[in-house]
T-cell receptor
Framework: NAGVMQNPRHLVRRRGQEARLRCSPMKGHSHVYWYRQLPEEGLKFMVYLQKENIIDESGMPKERFSAEFPKEGPSILRIQQVVRGDSAAYFC????????????FGPGTRLTVT | RKEVEQDPGPFNVPEGATVAFNCTYSNSASQSFFWYRQDCRKEPKLLMSVYSSGNEDGRFTAQLNRASQYISLLIRDSKLSDSATYLCVVGRGTSYDKVIFGPGTSLSVIP
């Protein structure tokens, strides 16, 4: 059973470009979470999604950031007009349906904005 | 008060030592508790769930004290490979599908 997959693993963007980060949850998992981790800092919750629904986006900046988890395909975290402060590791986690809080993480995408 | 607080560390201990990490949480309604470990520049990995009666997995023992809103992790006979950051994770209220990660405690086991 493949784990959570994220791609790309490393992404370099110039200021003003768009970044698209993809996450495929573990097989059978229907809940996806995105977290951001700045260098030397802890994990910060961004958004929680189920298929075709955003459940909680309280941690996501109101501008430039969006997330989706379509019926088919991976979850996408999209950052428009990136700035240097967006440079971070972005982790995706998934959990199964049915009331468990155990989350399983992907390897992360390291975004560098030059 | 932050929702989840941990000893900031770092903890530097010799191989073979016993080390304990503490974590406090603010929401008395929380129902789920976990310890994760995160190696440098890697993803967090689930170490163990924490049950009301306490639980043990090899050299690792987790305890929960609901009255004091306190969780602990004890590592016995530390190995070099235990060097990592340990994250306390608490369910957000009564929800089982939302959690909060603590800031983590850094452990270095030295030969």
């Amino acid at each position: 059973n493949a784990g959570v997959m994220q791609n790309p693993r490393h992404l370099v963007r110039r200021r003003g470009q768009e970044a698209r980060l993809r996450c495929s949850p573990m097989k059978g998992h229907s809940h996806v979470y995105w977290y951001r981790q700045l260098p030397e800092e802890g994990l910060k919750f961004m958004v929680y999604l189920q298929k075709e629904n955003i459940i909680d986006e309280s941690g996501m900046p109101k501008e430039r950031f969006s997330a989706e988890f379509p019926k088919e395909g991976p979850s996408i975290l999209r950052i428009q007009q990136v700035v240097r402060g967006d440079s971070a590791a972005y982790f995706c986690a998934s959990s199964p349906p049915g009331g468990t809080a155990e989350q399983y993480f992907g390897p992360g995408t390291r975004l560098t904005v030059t | 008060r932050k929702e989840v607080e941990q000893d900031p560390g770092p903890f530097n201990v010799p191989e073979g030592a016993t080390v304990a990490f503490n974590c406090t949480y603010s929401n008395s309604a929380s129902q789920s508790f976990f310890w994760y470990r995160q190696d440098c520049r890697k993803e967090p990995k689930l170490l163990m769930s924490v049950y009301s009666s306490g639980n043990e997995d090899g050299r690792f023992t987790a305890q929960l004290n609901r009255a004091s809103q306190y969780i602990s992790l004890l590592i016995r006979d530390s190995k070099l490979s235990d060097s990592a950051t340990y994250l306390c994770v608490v369910g957000r209220g009564t929800s089982y599908d939302k959690v909060i990660f603590g800031p983590g405690t850094s452990l270095s086991v030295i030969p």
